[in-house]
């Protein structure tokens, strides 16, 4: 933005589009003064994939730009109250993990994998107990039974 020259001097308050058709790229930066409101997470997580890139597909290009400018100058003309703002709303529920009892499913993941991994090793712990007290009694019995035959010896 700045090398070019774009938005207002000094404001850093601009967004650079950049789209090549061809090449299927779009690229979209905001100014520093504007990533308080409009961060490049909400314009290239969001926005482009639940609003442009179907446009794209369709080769509807004239609408995909008027779309994603019109949800950013939305987002900036209710940047006063983004709290109650529908897209911005929208926003926060798309990228805020899914949660179940306080705590969100990526957690419970790893947390059913950790306990999966104790309980398979509490398991293998016990079936080798076993086997060696097997293993122990079978040798006592061949021991008696060794010592048998050698006093009938």
């Not at 933005?1 to 967004?15: I, L, R, T």
């Not at 306990?115 to 509490?122: D, I």
Request: charged fraction near 20%.
């Amino acid at each position: 933005h700045d090398q070019w020259g774009v938005g207002v001097h000094g404001c850093n308050n601009a967004v650079l589009i950049f789209i090549t058709i061809y090449d299927r790229y779009l690229y979209v930066s905001t100014g520093s003064g504007i990533k308080s409101i409009i961060n490049d997470d909400f314009v290239e997580h969001f926005v482009i994939p639940t609003r442009v890139r179907p446009l794209m597909k369709q080769r509807k290009y004239d609408q995909a730009i008027k779309v994603l400018i019109e949800c950013i100058v939305d987002v900036l003309q209710h940047s006063d109250d983004l709290d109650h703002h529908e897209l911005y709303q929208a926003y926060i529920a798309h990228v805020t993990p899914a949660t179940l009892l306080g705590l969100t499913y990526e957690a419970w993941f790893v947390m059913l994998c950790v306990g999966g991994g104790v309980a398979y090793l509490g398991y293998k712990m016990r079936a080798q107990r076993e086997w060696r007290e097997c293993e122990s009694k079978l040798a006592a019995l061949h021991a008696q039974k060794e010592a048998k035959k050698f006093k009938q010896t």
